[in-house]
């Protein structure tokens, strides 16, 4: 292993005085101490070094570190949500979507096919939640990751769960997966086509085309296969869907609503519980489901089977879980 002499030691710490210093600071009045973000920038090299990070990959790091005061302004918006439900049903599945995705599953049937016979995963819903997370790839995030997640371990706020995803993802890209320049993602340090979590990709991207490279970024085979693996890892059963949106009766008991509460599709139909469309649920006496309504939609009421809770695995909103399951249903609907 090559140890740092004290000379490079020296202009790394020149390296990044430099770059601490010429941070433009004017962006919405966003203000750190260049002086200990240098020293933080300092520390923490030191303990990637620790952590077995190469030094080429460590000396990259320190040239090219950046504070970027975007990332705290997006961080520190407040959480209120701006859409309604129908309206992120609007935005995220749109009829022109439901189109496209269905024009992708039969562009990529091949190795889709492939991916699901491998991992149980039926390629409608790999093709949906591509669509939902990068719109096919189109929409994977501007920011660098190393300098989004330097930026977010430094400030503060979540500063164990950011730190520990930036040693990921030095990892990753010591591990020679991605390069720095080409890590790109959301501000917030989700990546590529699938939008991994660094630790995510560690644990669950794939390297299907077999060329060294878990490349979820420019490899359609890799996240097809990655989305798969996700899933898979998680409990995805590959003999039910998602769910189904249904009607209730007059008068239904609230109290049975909800994720924690579950009873076999039988049990539901005695309930008064019917399809959408007025029709007998499936007969299927080993399906378990509950019954969720979005929080701002006392209308609609959806029945979730167990690869629902598996997608909230993936993300922990209503609104996204439902999405994917509705678009998964219009592509093959």
């Excluded at 889709?112 to 939640?129: C, H, M, T």
């Amino acid at each position: 292993m090559i140890f740092f002499t004290a000379r490079k030691f020296l202009i790394l710490v020149s390296f990044v005085t430099l770059i601490a210093s010429s941070t433009a600071m004017a962006e919405d009045e966003i203000k750190f101490d260049k002086e200990m973000f240098r020293g933080w920038l300092i520390e923490f090299s030191k303990e990637a070094k620790q952590k077995g990070i190469g030094d080429d990959t460590i000396y990259k790091f320190m040239k090219d570190a950046e504070f970027l005061p975007k990332v705290i302004k997006l961080d520190r918006r407040q959480p209120y949500k701006t859409k309604t439900f129908e309206e992120y049903l609007q935005t995220v599945v749109p009829e022109f979507r439901i189109k496209r995705a269905r024009k992708k599953l039969k562009e990529n049937e091949k190795i889709l096919n492939e991916v699901s016979k491998k991992y149980g995963v039926q390629p409608r819903f790999i093709v949906a939640l591509w669509a939902v997370e990068s719109d096919f790839g189109r929409n994977m995030g501007s920011f660098s990751i190393v300098n989004s997640l330097a930026t977010l371990a430094f400030e503060g706020r979540r500063a164990a769960f950011f730190r520990k995803e930036l040693f990921n993802s030095l990892k990753i890209i010591d591990d020679g997966h991605i390069s720095f320049a080409d890590m790109k993602g959301s501000w917030a340090g989700a990546m590529g086509q699938t939008q991994f979590m660094p630790s995510s990709f560690l644990e669950l991207a794939v390297d299907h085309n077999k060329d060294g490279k878990r490349d979820i970024w420019g490899t359609k085979e890799d996240v097809f296969a990655s989305i798969a693996n996700y899933l898979s890892k998680r409990g995805w059963d590959d003999n039910t869907t998602w769910g189904r949106e249904i009607k209730l009766p007059k008068g239904f008991d609230e109290k049975l609503i909800g994720r924690s509460i579950e009873k076999n599709l039988g049990q539901w139909q005695k309930l008064g519980v019917r399809k959408i469309d007025g029709g007998s649920l499936p007969s299927r006496a080993d399906i378990k489901a509950s019954i969720i309504k979005p929080e701002d939609d006392k209308k609609r009421a959806f029945l979730i089977y167990s690869n629902y809770k598996t997608v909230l695995k993936w993300n922990r909103s209503l609104y996204f879980a439902t999405a994917v399951g509705m678009l998964s249903d219009g592509i093959v609907n």
